[in-house]
């Protein structure tokens, strides 16, 4: 079956823009979460989506934001981009608790100039 | 606060056994997971262990869990050169938080 699939693959944006991703999870999986992956601060949970409702929030600020539709697809927005956003983000789903792991897409890799 | 370390960098040759370790905080982990990033991919699943085990063994993985000092380590055996890559310790965050705390990832580099 297909995987997670995350569009767009590469993106370049300027400070003080917005952006938007995407993430489609696998199948039948109903849970969506994202992460930021930079070379400083690792991989760091932002979000968490479970039909349509978040359950869980990172620490990031409020520029930052994502959103589930009802066929569990989900995207992800980043207002005000700031140098400090480039970064790889990874969409991963599982079917609900995600206790016996979760599956990640590829990523999108931002940057912004 | 939830924590987890891991060693930056391991080489090792092929054919060898690579033992790549990882240390967390969080004591009510209930489940802790090994992943794999190769370059320009996200992160694979390789397995997971839940913490009233001590040890799992799936083919040429074994992950030892130790609770008491809250060490886990992932031990790769006949290492190949397919398998350099970054690998990431994860603790699950406790019970219905839905998140992972990953560690910093250990780059093993495999040496022909």
Sequence with gaps: KAGVTQTPRYLIKTRGQQVTLSCSPISGHRSVSWYQQTPGQGLQFLFEYFSETQRNKGNFPGRFSGRQFSNSRSEMNVSTLELGDS????????????????????????TVV | GEDVEQ?????????????????????????????????????????????????????????????????????????????????????????????????????LKVLA
């Design chain 2, 7 to 107: 060693s930056l960098f391991l080489s090792v040759r092929e054919g060898d056994s690579s033992v790549i370790n990882c240390t967390y905080t969080d004591s009510s982990s209930t489940y802790l997971y090994w992943y794999k990033q190769e370059p320009g991919a996200g992160l694979q699943l390789l397995t997971y262990i839940f913490s009233n085990m001590d040890m799992k063994q799936d083919q040429r993985l074994t992950v030892l869990l130790n609770k008491k000092d809250k060490h886990l380590s992932l031990r790769i055996a006949d290492t190949q050169t397919g398998d350099s890559a970054i690998y990431f310790c994860a603790e699950s965050g406790g019970s219905g938080t839905y998140k992972y705390i990953f560690g910093t990832g250990t780059r």
């Design chain 1, 87 to 110: 970064a790889l983000y990874l969409c991963a789903s599982s079917t609900g608790t995600g206790l016996y792991g979760y599956t990640f897409g590829s990523g999108t890799r931002l």
